[in-house]
């Protein structure tokens, strides 16, 4: 199976980390957020003018080489310099992409030559070539209309309730490589992560978004375990489906896995799912969150059993959609037991 996760950060990370467990998938490419204006990643590109590396160090991190090498290379891009001068809280892994895409100008060729030099079990790619803002309206508390905020930072962090966003530049060149993952893949899946900065700004990249409503592919939708404080401070689940499609009006899904112990009103988000799910298409329980962390996050081996399960639906054979059926070449996964309903 080929598949294609689209988002950025922590909750790509944890979506590639999962794939690379699930027996079906052969092929792994990921398609990352390219707005981060803050930390190392956000210096960085105020100083040199490039792409913000982070959330594409960290995918790279997720997918690199499960042997000595792999795991000497991904430990050494993650570490952060300490101390107080200019180094001080930049990853190495930050300087090294910076390095490459200065001398080189190319993200895809110098995540290309990072990716062969970590042993990386699969693919990274930005969602666009050139660095972009996001731009959000919000509504404040106690106060009257909508208010601007502009950066992927103050996003994340505004104490006020994220209605929209949008990109600067306006209808930004997605990354060919990107769009033609994509349009191959199997799977392709969104979420989770950051809803507002890391999830939706896939959908608001043209060519990106098109690829993704026209692709013959399955469409899923990973969930988060819980809200986000500021950015989704409150959101319940259904919340989450309700943005998503509010900012991809055409957009459907084969599937929407969330974990069942995050989910208080199973009846609400089924509700919620229908309108978004193409005709055969269902909300998928099951209990992905790590039990034993002191913060929500997924548990990759419970994640990549999940994900398994709901490929097992969507391949071999036809792959149903919205305006009928695609057909997809047969593979040799094998079939998994459907996942119990809510309990």
Known sequence: MRVVALGGGHGLHATLTALRRCPPVTDIAAVVTVADDGGSSGRLRRELGLLPPGDLRMA??????DDE?????SGLVQHRFGGTGALAGHA?????????LERDGDPVRALATVGELMGCAG?????ARVPLDIEAEVALDGVDGAHLIRGQVAVASTPGRVRRVWLR???PPACDEAVRAVRDADVVLLGPGSWFTSVLP????PGLRDALLETPAARVVLL???PEPGETAGFSP?????VLSGHAPGLRVHAVLADAGSVSLPDRLDAAAADLLVPGGRVWPAAVADARAATPRHDPDALAGALADVFGTLTPGRVPAENGTHDRPQHDSPQRGRSSRWP
Do not use: I, K, S
């Open 169 to 171: 530049p306006a209808d």
């Open 202 to 205: 896939h959908l608001l990249v």
């Open 92 to 100: 190495v892994g930050n300087l090294l992409l910076a390095g490459l």
């Open 69 to 73: 090498r792999g795991r000497f290379w």
């Open 123 to 127: 693919r990274v790619l930005p969602m």
């Open 60 to 65: 790279l991190a997720a997918l690199a080489g």
């Open 238 to 242: 259904e919340q989450h489906l309700e």
């Open 224 to 226: 988060n375990l819980a």
